[in-house]
């Protein structure tokens, strides 16, 4: 049986440090560096960000967090699920958790910006609630971005 856990943890671990590579280059595959909008580790490890990190029986399998805007509002950022790993529901419950930590931080509305070539990553905001909006600072309008939007709670 599979053992889901996720929990808060630090983005500079070395597994962490690995699956964010990961993410990178799936990323770098996909749009032109100008249209990929990565947190750093470093900006990960402040105060302002919450990173939860995901394991299947005690191995890395995806990760997620969101960042507080002076309380406004929460930013999903770096979810990412290993392709081993997709398709047993692990993006929705890393998802969920944010959302519930954000709102337990205060925050009453979760935004993303995410793009047009990952129809798996828009489905499940879709599925989870959100819906496309304006782009919000401090992106600029980008052909290759999808901006949305949910309210908490």
Sequence with gaps: MEQLTIKPDDPGTPEARRLIEELDLYLSDLYPA?????????????????????QINGKVAGC??????QGKYAE????????DFRGKGIGWRILNDLETSALANGLKVSRLETGV????????????GYRRRGRFAPYIDDPLSVFMEKKLG
């Excluded at 997620?64 to 805007?69: D, E, L, P, T």
């Excluded at 999903?76 to 392709?83: G, S």
């Excluded at 070539?117 to 989870?128: F, G, I, M, N």
């Design 34 to 54: 100008e249209s990929n909008h990565l947190l750093s580790v470093e900006a990960l490890q402040q105060p302002n960000a919450t990173f939860l990190l995901a």
């Design 64 to 69: 997620g967090a969101f960042v507080n805007h």
């Design 76 to 83: 999903i950022k770096r979810m990412f699920v290993l392709p």
């Design 117 to 128: 070539s990952q129809p798996d990553a828009l489905k499940l905001y879709e599925r989870s």
